[in-house]
């Protein structure tokens, strides 16, 4: 079956520095991309929307200048988290839909910890 | 807005148990609906789905129909298997629209013993 990767799985990093997690769908190609945040216990809160070669679409009270995402290609899309402080520590999902069938892969997740 | 509710986890049952996780939904027009499973250490996978009112989505033994009268979408497996340990997901999408994105009840974690 289709595959998502997301790289890194885990990220550790200081107060105020800034952090970049990746989402590729390795074997179809990828219009749009969904990003996730889930907090413990909680449902899977959608941040943002890519298109490929678009601006993302934020969901209501998602900071565009925190979390900046990139949809470059039709297989990587790319969020940044910057200046990430411990309230930014969460778990990160990504999401593909198909290009051709509308189908909808997701990531393994990347669990983001801020010192 | 379009909501999804399920029950607090967790579960805790018995192999060759029978299993049920409730899943109640909010929303305007007629959303699909989707049981979402997530294993240990890996991504979200669809497990099942049904796109209208009375459709039945199966997949792996399990088995959830939708039910517009109640607003419902409940997971049913008549006997669990230990490998069926995981975090399950109900989620409903708004419409068929290109970039139309999913939303997720809590999810439900279900740990079987042998």
């Known amino acids: 079956g289709a595959v998502v990767s997301q790289h890194p799985s885990r990220v550790i990093c200081k107060s105020g520095t800034s952090v970049k997690i990746e989402c590729r769908s390795l074997?179809?190609?990828?219009?749009?991309m969904f990003w996730y945040r889930q907090f413990p216990k909680q449902s899977l809160m959608l941040m943002a929307t890519?298109?490929?070669?678009?601006?993302?679409?934020?969901e209501q009270g998602v900071e565009k200048d925190k979390f900046l995402i990139n949809h470059a290609s039709l297989t990587l899309s790319t969020l940044t988290v910057t200046s990430a402080h411990p309230e930014d520590s969460s778990f990160y999902i990504c999401?593909?839909?198909?290009?051709?069938?509308?189908?909808?892969?997701f990531g393994e997740g990347s669990r983001l910890t801020v010192l | 807005g379009d909501s999804v509710t399920q029950m607090e986890g967790p579960v805790t049952l018995s192999e060759e148990a029978f299993l049920t996780i409730n899943c109640t939904y909010t929303a305007t027009g007629y959303p699909s609906l989707f049981w979402y499973v997530q294993y240990p250490g890996e991504g979200l996978q669809l497990l099942l789905k049904?796109?209208?009112?009375?459709d039945k989505g199966s997949n792996k033994g399990f088995e959830a129909t939708y039910r517009k009268e109640t607003t419902s979408f409940h997971l049913e497996k008549g006997s669990v298997q230990v490998s069926d340990s995981a975090v399950y997901f109900c989620?409903?999408?708004?419409?068929?629209?290109?970039?139309?994105?999913?939303?997720f009840g809590k999810g439900t974690t279900l740990s079987v013993s042998s």
């Open positions: 999401s593909a839909r198909v290009a051709n069938t509308g189908e909808l892969f």
């Open positions: 890519s298109n490929e070669g678009s601006k993302a679409t934020y």
């Open positions: 989620a409903l999408s708004g419409g068929n629209q290109a970039g139309t994105a999913l939303i």
């Open positions: 049904a796109t209208k009112a009375d």
């Open positions: 074997d179809f190609q990828a219009t749009t």
